[in-house]
């Protein structure tokens, strides 16, 4: 079926998509903030003079917009669609389940992602290049958590649980907001777990997956 002939939610998700697109392409060359990636995959933070939520936005509707319409969509697509939305932060939880998600794809590992793409994308830390840049690597680490291990990933792990730690204590001494606390606590949760996981694995020679660090 041709989302074209979808029901008006599938409209209004094309609709918001657009609207993101026309905000991001606004912005100049010389005052945007950069993510760029190597040959070997690995992203890099360039700060100019514009905020690093538009980056990011930039990033990652760019990812959705290949994966998603670089053909024919239709409506089958829609929960997949959905839930990468939810995820990198673009919809909340409630729009993702006007848009026919489920709670139960919800993980808390997706909550994670949800929370700390949100808190760029509301920017929150825009003016604080520090910050962003070690967010965006936390994000990186939940993001590639299933792929398979090497020294300078697993180092980005630890320096991911570091910071998350130490962020969210100056969170608490600064009053942050409740969400905001929660929201970070759950991050640490997930951190917290898959590093229960990575050393099990080198107790027992296991691989991680998505699964076992959820259910840690």
Do not use: C, W
Request: hydrophobic share 35%; net charge negative; proline share 1%.
């Amino acid at each position: 079926m041709d989302i074209n002939s979808s029901s008006s939610s599938y409209q209004n998700l094309l609709t918001m998509l657009g609207k993101s697109s026309s905000a991001t392409t606004g912005a100049t060359a010389s005052d945007s903030t950069a993510i760029t990636s190597s040959a070997s995959g690995k992203r890099s933070l360039q700060i100019g003079n514009d905020k690093v939520s538009l980056s990011l936005h930039a990033e990652k509707l760019s990812r959705i917009n290949a994966e998603f319409f670089s053909g024919r969509m239709s409506s089958s697509d829609i929960p997949a669609l959905a839930q990468r939305l939810y995820k990198d932060g673009f919809i909340s939880a409630s729009e993702y389940q006007n848009l026919g998600g489920q709670e139960d794809d919800m993980s808390t590992i997706t909550q994670a992602s949800n929370f700390l793409n949100t808190y760029i994308l509301d920017e929150e830390v825009d003016g604080d290049n520090t910050a962003a840049k070690a967010i965006l690597n936390v994000i990186d680490v939940i993001d590639r958590m299933d792929e398979s291990i090497t020294p300078t990933h697993r180092q980005a792990e630890i320096d991911a649980f570091d910071y998350v730690t130490a962020y969210t204590e100056q969170l608490i001494e600064k009053g942050a907001p409740e969400s905001v606390i929660t929201g970070f606590e759950n991050v640490f949760d997930v951190l917290s777990a898959l590093n229960t996981v990575r050393n099990n694995e080198q107790s027992n020679d296991a691989t991680a997956s998505y699964t076992s660090i959820q259910d840690a």
